[in-house]
């Protein structure tokens, strides 16, 4: 593809990377300014992820143990398994953005290619994928919270493990695969020069316009449908809970020193049981709301104003907020640990089994 065809073509995730953008010739001050925010929220991405990594197996192992009788831990292990890939694919287009190891590496081989393709190849669509089927996720285990607090009995009779199984393959099927229609229109060639040793590697789009209609179509889906859906969801769920929880506490404050039969003590740890529960899930879904703000400003930004692009006047600020809405998705990824080891106390003696009986001690 030529260099006019290209300039021409739709912006993709490629040109959006937070990478991108760095000081240079012909760049403004306010460009540069930008160039160091950036340059900071990628090793801020880079840091906050090895946190993020070792609490989402930590996360993983903790619910192994305590098993799947309670439907909701296969989706907490979904969720953290996306929540690894979100992360991972987001530590490394850092790495890749923020530092010259990546191109050092491909030049110790010999290998030339545009940095911007590379990382889209292997980092931005991904990171899509699997933040956006976390996403999605999320909103299950919100709209499952408010139905079992609705309707405890007639939920736990129809949301079995087994139809627990096929909602989470679903959401990983919805969320993940559209994602290969985007690699079907990409072309991956290695060209030799003999005569400098070099070999170039080119990543380009199969058609003139970058995206064919189904991978526009992803697209779509990955930029609006499923961030606007996700967040819809999420936001009224939590309110409802909100709202069970503050009649749970004044059912609690009622009762409490006025009832002490066996009946009674029953039902009361059953709400607490329930309680806890819901708790972890509304502290969830609140993160997920708060760490969305970024991505749900810049669309809404991006569709008052078209100069609001990769390719528009606003560039430099559109790039800022892009890798702000990267580092966004990584906390709300990363996090995960601290909201279930303070809502949850099973959770939380499943952690202290694994720590060494000496920092346990501590």
Not at 142 to 149: A, I, P
Request: proline share 3%; hydrophobic share 45%; with cysteine.
């Amino acid at each position: 593809m030529s260099q006019e065809e290209n300039s021409n073509s739709s912006p993709s995730p490629e040109d959006t990377q937070f990478g991108s953008i760095g000081p240079g010739v012909g760049t403004t001050t306010e460009e540069n300014i930008f160039s160091v925010i950036t340059l900071i929220i990628q090793w801020s991405i880079i840091v906050i992820g090895i946190f993020g990594v070792i609490g989402n197996i930590l996360n993983i192992i903790a619910y192994v143990k305590l098993g799947f009788s309670e439907t909701i831990h296969m989706s907490y292990i979904a969720m953290t398994i996306t929540d690894l890939g979100t992360i991972l694919t987001a530590m490394w287009m850092a790495v890749c953005s923020s530092s010259l190891v990546v191109e050092n590496l491909l030049a110790r081989y010999r290998i030339e290619t545009d940095m911007a393709m590379f990382i889209g190849l292997t980092g931005s669509w991904p990171h899509l994928a699997f933040s956006k089927t976390t996403a999605l996720l999320t909103a299950w285990i919100s709209l499952e919270r408010c139905l079992c607090v609705t309707f405890p009995t007639t939920v736990k009779l129809l949301i079995t493990p087994r139809v627990t199984k096929v909602v989470l393959t679903t959401i990983a099927v919805l969320g993940c695969c559209p994602v290969a229609f985007v690699y079907n229109d990409l072309n991956i060639e290695m060209i030799s020069d003999p005569a400098s040793n070099y070999s170039t590697l080119l990543i380009y789009y199969n058609t003139d316009n970058n995206l064919s209609t189904p991978s526009k179509l992803v697209f779509s889906l990955y930029g609006a449908v499923y961030p606007v859906l996700s967040w819809i969801t999420v936001s009224i769920c939590a309110g409802f809970l909100i709202a069970k929880l503050q009649q749970s506490l004044k059912w609690r404050n009622e009762n409490s020193g006025t009832n002490t039969g066996a009946s009674f003590t029953r039902q009361r740890n059953m709400y607490r049981r329930e309680t806890r529960v819901t708790r972890t899930v509304v502290v969830i879904a609140c993160v997920f709301i708060v760490c969305s703000l970024p991505l749900s400003a810049s669309l809404i930004a991006a569709a008052i104003d078209r100069e609001y692009s990769a390719t528009g006047s606003l560039r430099s600020i559109f790039l800022a907020n892009a890798g702000i809405s990267f580092l966004s998705s990584e906390i709300n990824s990363s996090i995960n640990i601290i909201v279930y080891a303070m809502t949850g106390s099973r959770f939380r003696a499943a952690l202290l089994e694994m720590c060494p009986a000496s920092a346990c001690r501590m």
